[in-house]
């Protein structure tokens, strides 16, 4: 499968634990975006990532919430001290450019907080 | 900051039929781009539009935009129950930004 994926498809954490979401992008994709869709609203903008840069972290919460691509390996999404309001649907996109070109999403992380 | 409405929030249509949904912004488009999800799944890039007046199409799928209005359309023609899904549509929030503003989407359901 040559897409963006996505790990792990579902994950449940208890309020007060760390939740790490992976995303690999598509092969040949450097530039990778985290989207966050809450119930009932629409997808809004977290951050923008090439490989071991943050290029823009402005929708990002300031605290708890952090972003990481590695020279190798997936880029995580690691929420801490998780919160019920961290509940949330949340999707990687990659693409080749950071700009004018389709970003293209992996099947999302649902994130549930006991 | 930039918004994106989409209309009909849902639509409900007997197979066969064409429809029509519409996603306009509050301020200058840049890009517009469509996305198909399914109920529990990702995005699926459909098209991209990026000057005005483009138009395009994938199978039975059309887009237009409008820059003028600020508009952009999406037509299925003789839809099919495999059409069903919420579309959504994205747009740059100004010329080259990576930063994708999101209508709320668009639930189609076809009846077959």
């Known amino acids: 499968n040559a897409g963006v994926m996505q790990n792990p498809r579902h994950l449940v954490r208890r309020r007060g634990q760390e939740a790490r979401l992976r995303c690999s992008p598509m092969?040949?994709?450097?530039?990778v975006y985290w989207y966050r869709q809450l119930p009932e609203e629409g997808l809004k903008f977290m951050v923008y990532?090439?490989?071991?840069?943050?290029?823009?972290e402005s929708g990002m919460p300031k605290e708890r919430f952090s972003a990481e691509f590695p020279k190798e390996g997936p880029s995580i999404l690691r929420i801490q001290q998780v919160v019920r309001g961290d509940s949330a649907a949340y999707f990687c996109?990659?693409?080749?450019?950071?700009?004018?070109?389709?970003?293209?999403f992996g099947d999302g992380t649902r994130l549930s907080i006991l | 900051s930039q918004e994106l409405e989409q209309s009909p929030q849902s639509l409900i249509v007997q197979e066969g039929k064409n429809l029509t949904i519409n996603c306009t912004s509050s301020?200058?488009?840049?890009?517009l781009y469509w996305y198909k999800q399914k109920y529990g799944e990702g995005l699926i890039f459909l098209m991209m539009?990026?000057?005005?007046?483009e138009e395009k199409s994938h199978e039975k799928i059309t887009a237009k935009l409008d820059e003028k209005k600020q508009q952009s359309s999406l037509h299925i023609t003789a839809s099919q129950p495999s059409h069903a899904g919420i579309y959504l549509c994205?747009?740059?929030?100004?010329?080259?930004?990576?930063?994708?503003?999101f209508g709320t989407g668009t639930r189609l359901k076809v009846l077959a």
């Open positions: 092969k040949g994709h450097s530039h």
């Open positions: 994205g747009a740059e929030g100004s010329s080259g930004t990576y930063k994708y503003i």
């Open positions: 990532l090439q490989k071991e840069n943050i290029i823009d």
């Open positions: 301020k200058t488009l840049y890009g």
């Open positions: 539009l990026q000057k005005g007046g």
């Open positions: 996109a990659s693409s080749t450019t950071g700009q004018s070109q389709p970003q293209h």
